[in-house]
């Protein structure tokens, strides 16, 4: 099968493993703290969050085959239901990104609902209008979210006696760190499940599941709705790190979705993991190569192309010799 | 907004002739899509680039050699015909040999691939300033006192017109048009009875390619020469085909024509931003009801 290449061989936890997996976590707990940089934390934090987002967006294409391509409408949904719940109504933001989960989750419920009959391209096709429509929708109403002009958020609040106050990035980057562990782990349960088993079974041959009795509706209204809410928290955790939402596209158009989509194919479809190394290689690229300008969205595209053509289990595909 | 304004036919005719020539735009712009789509199946997100490098063909043409405009639309759609094969050949062959089952949507990623990179290089070679031509022709035709329409824009609905007909004729009688209709109906039968399929397949791209740079090149006095410019054309395009369609060329048409209406009332009734949420909803709504098309009578696919 193409998209996505087969199952991990072999998920045994060797000692071997269990020291490469103990190293990783303590070079992302211990990178930004020791570094003490604005910088290195911030491209810590991108690169966490593009790839948690990469992952979830893994967990709809390369497990169900499900494409959503107006991605960052459910990431606005997520960012703007808590920033707007704070901007309007006083809402803690910790109980406003899970509102934002929710409304995402709802949305996601109803993309999979009226994406049922169809299929493949189709979903991306409806999904990147209801992404648009959503954004157009933010953009239009200036008198409920300022549109354009941009909707300030207010930060977190101190938790546990950490200061969230944007003056320091760290207590941003280990909230971060602790929110992308739950949701990976999360999804990873998932898919070693009989859920991930459906998933699988989904995007080879919808036909032979459903003729094999299972209830393809289902799962697919499972993965969208779950992956939808997971989008939405990100969204609603982004919203009160960032400061400032416009509905621009670079932010939460079709340069955020292909942006996303890009991680997830370089890291490699249907691995999971794969997407959040591919966030930090092409994060950590793009922050060394920033100063070449545009040079640098080419070799991007140009990657991408790459992965499509000749390393199409991206970075996943390197795993038997790392791994 | 006062209703009575629904009432006046002098307002109501200009907003018709509007939503004409918006359509006749997004018809011709929807035209190399669907053709694309209905032969290959492939989903082209490049497109509105090749629109894109059709404006910089057409601005080169006019303005910086100074040769007359409709060479200028010619040199377009020529260049854009051979970009659209060598994309073709470099790119989506290898990738339709490789990829097997799936292909259609891995070529539709692939071909945002090419998307950031053609709009980044033009980024680089032209900068973000914006390149165009006030007018191509000057004049209006003025009917009664208030409808005003510029030649210019009879112009475009009519060579809108011409290239619908002319691509109609040709995928209906021509040999290669019978081919193309044989390969987009059944690839395997089609080679069977001695069809070059991936002969038909570039063929069919270059086309789409060469009407992408046409409708550039012909609008450039709405839409200057800038690296982004095929975003909003793109959306458009895509919104008529899936409303005409996926595949049926004439339906692209008549679903650009009819999108370019909607949006002149809507622009009209409501502020012009929601004329984008009018067209999403739209395309979800004829997704969710009739994913074939509003003008299809097969009951298929998706």
Partial sequence: MNAGGAPQASDGLTAARIAKIAILVALLIAVPPIADSRFITTVFISALMLGCLAAIYDFMIGYAGLINFGYAGFIAAGAYTSALAAFHFGINPVVGVLMGGAVAAALGFFAAIITLRLRGLYIALLTFFLGEAIRFSISNTPEYTRGMLGLSTVPFPDILGFDFSRATLLPYYFLLLALVTVIMLFMWSLVRSKYGLAFKALREDELAAESLGMSTTRYKLFNFTVASFLTGIMGGYYAHYLGILSPTPEEFGIFRTVEILTICYIGGRGSLWGPLFGAFLIVGFQEYFRGIGPWRLVLFGLLLIFVMLFARRGLAGLKKYVW | ?302
């Fill in chain 2, 1 to 302: 907004m006062d209703p009575a304004l629904l009432l006046e036919p002098t307002i109501l005719a200009q907003i018709l002739i509007q939503g004409l020539v918006r359509g006749a735009m997004y018809a011709l712009m929807a035209s190399g899509l669907s053709l694309i789509f209905g032969i290959m199946g492939v989903k082209n997100f490049s497109h509105g680039e090749m629109f894109m490098i059709g404006v910089y063909v057409m601005f080169f043409v006019t303005v910086v050699i100074g040769a007359p405009f409709p060479l200028g639309i010619a040199a377009a759609a020529v260049v854009l015909f051979f970009v659209g094969i060598v994309i073709e050949r470099a790119l989506i062959e290898p990738l339709r040999r490789r990829a097997g089952r799936d292909w259609l949507l891995d070529a539709f990623v692939l071909t945002i691939g090419i998307m950031v990179v053609l709009q980044n290089l033009a980024l680089i070679v032209f900068g973000s300033r914006r390149r165009g031509i006030t007018e191509l022709i000057d004049g209006h035709l003025s009917i009664g006192e208030n409808i005003v329409v510029s030649y210019e824009r009879l112009m475009i609905v009519g060579v809108a017109a011409v290239v619908g007909v002319a691509l109609f004729i040709f995928v209906r009688y021509s040999y290669a048009g019978k081919a193309m209709r044989a390969t987009s109906q059944d690839p395997e039968a089609a080679q069977t009875l001695g069809i070059d399929i991936s002969r038909v397949y570039t063929y069919a791209f270059g086309i789409g390619a060469a009407l992408a740079g046409l409708a550039g090149a012909l609008l450039i006095s709405i839409f200057p020469a800038y690296p982004t410019v095929g975003f909003h054309p793109i959306i458009k395009s895509i919104a008529a085909v899936i409303l005409g369609g996926l595949g049926n060329v004439q339906g692209a048409v008549a679903a650009g024509l009819l999108l370019g209406l909607i949006e002149g009332y809507t622009a009209f009734f409501m502020s012009a931003g929601w004329q984008s949420v009018m067209t999403a909803v739209l395309v979800i709504l004829i997704l969710i009801f009739k994913p074939a098309g509003l003008f299809s009578r097969r009951v298929e696919r998706p």
